[in-house]
């Protein structure tokens, strides 16, 4: 699979995933597999590191969040899980904009992490109400 290969199940017209504890599985399945196949200098161990493991927590998160004994569980993991997508679309930047590397994947996992991290907070919001 080529970096222009990179398709997220949501993003393809005929797939809809509508749990989000799917689509931030499959949202850093992606990633993780974006991540395994590059090839970089040291200096950007890190990045790739910390995107990583950001976005693997929401979906993480999401999952401790829904097997919560209470209320207040449910809401504490889902916002962890917000930060998470929110600190992996800067991690996702901060590659995008300091390394020579495919452009047009690191948009759509950007706007992934985004639209994820917008139907996070939605259920925050809600959950508080």
Partial sequence: MDEEDVV???MQEDSVVYNIKHR????AKEVVLFVGKQKYDRIYF???DQLVRSVTSIGANLVEGM?????????KFNIIAL???NESKYWLCLIRDTMEINKSVLEKF???ADEVSKIIASIVINTKK
């Fill in 8 to 10: 997220l199940p949501l």
């Fill in 24 to 27: 931030a599985y499959y949202f």
């Fill in 110 to 112: 950007i706007k992934e």
């Fill in 67 to 75: 097997a919560g004994s209470s209320k207040n569980d449910f809401l």
């Fill in 46 to 48: 890190s990045l790739f």
């Fill in 83 to 85: 930060k998470s997508a």
